[in-house]
């Protein structure tokens, strides 16, 4: 088998300064050069995966369409579907879904290991970092190169250089460069370049600083991209190239740019592919379908109008809780040219306070979110009933089609006290209740019913005028469902259940009839969302805010 090419990316001075929108914009280079690429992100933390995370510390766990499913040892398989938020900008940049094994986190590594200790295999053998879990590293890493036929895989290291969580894993680069050829990988070092004002300077300090780190564990960088708040300057550039060891050229510039999208586009304008091409000794043609991408980047950056979404939810603390939700919505705004302004709207706040409701009148449309456990519901339940009444566009993702329904079992059915079992376990009428096959488990490890799964649409609704298809795959990360039997019984009172799951045995989305555009499913649209082909349901939402705002 011929081995792809690998490039490492690792990231300096502070996390959070745009390593996966750098690491999916050099795999987007290496696309339009007519490459086949594939990213692979390394996460030092002991979860197995980030869907037992603090969404609002950690981001929000992105989806995959597959299932990784691995068993270490035959007593025991971990299977995921969950894995970083880096995915969603990986998978909105190269356009295609990516397996949910190229997340590889050190508490997957460990398990492994020990778990093969357990079953004898290193008998006789002190099992140690080096070289057990290096080893295990590398075997990660090489079958995702296994899996599929690729050109270059671009492999993210979460964290910075100098953390102790992540030693493992640059070991294991370092042993890895070591016995491939030198041609055959790369190392990309992401460092930040803070601008101090009172002198008027670029500061190379800390950049300087991380390299070498790098250097200390016998890693040098090939290149360096330095983040910033503006574009690099000369002697920033000639200082950084002479403390790296690396010509000027390799090193480049990220400032803050108006449209993440266009990353790519400034990358190339630099040189970086062509450099990268050159030093792994690849020949490519020039690069393709950039034009298209330029063209696609100025759908955001020339917006003609502005749209206005309320997002009604309770975790409200970062803007990443939602990336995905809040891409979508971008992607769905430019195409129909407008720049969409979210604005978060705690329900908590709603609950305290019930005459904010109001204030959901001046938006062109209410997003209600996604979402776990009691606290902020009762605000999301007062939300969807407000554009029930209001006849408000709404589009209720997951949890906020459970708190529709919720609403809609309230007041519109009369049924006092209906709620989720979620939410309350004692309610007279649970509406929302535990899948039949979530009632035997106790775990909380990728146990939800996760992943992509196909979705049967009814005509005659707005999810079948949004998608034009009867059957549709979307993917899902739930553990509770809408409950048949209300849902038929609120049907007769307007409800329109527009979507099940194959066997007609999980309600996936419901409407409210004669109304103007208030949909709720119970999957997550959003994760196959891209900034060239907006998912059809967000797109249709959006017309519909848009419809709304210009009346
Ligand atoms: N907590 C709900 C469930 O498990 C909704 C989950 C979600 O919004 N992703 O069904």
Redesign the pocket.
Known sequence: MKMPKFIFVTGGVLSGIGKGVTTASIAKLLQFRGYNVDLVKIDPYLNVDPGTLNPVEHGEPFVTDELYEFCPAPSFTYRTAEVDQDFGTYERFVGRPIHPRNNITSGQIYLSVILQERLGKFLGSTVQIIPHITNEIKRRILEVADAQKLDVILIEVGGTAGDIEGAPFLEAIRQFRLEVPRQDTLLVHVTLVPYLPAVDEMKTKPTQHSVKELLSVGLQPDLIVARGKRQLTESARRKIALYSNIPKEAVISNPDLEEIYELPIRFYEQGLDAYILQRLEMVAGPPRAMEKWREIVQRFTKTKERIRIAMAGKYMRMGDTYISICEALRHAGAQEGAAVEIDMVDTEDIEQNPALLEGLKEYGGVLS?????SRGTEGMIQTAWKCIEEDLPYLG????S?MLFTAFCRYSMGLKGAN?T?IDPQTPHPV?DLLPEQRQITEKGAT?RLGGHPIVVRPKTRLFEAYKKKNIRERF?????LMPKYVEKATEKGLVLSATDKSGRIVNAIEVADKYWIVGVQC?PEFTSRPDAPNPLYLAFIRAALKRQQH
Do not use: L
Not at 369 to 373: E, I, L, N, V
């Open positions: 979110t996604p979402g776990f456990g993702i997951c949890f906020g459970q989720s979620e929302v939800m990360r739930h553990r509770y469902h997550h």
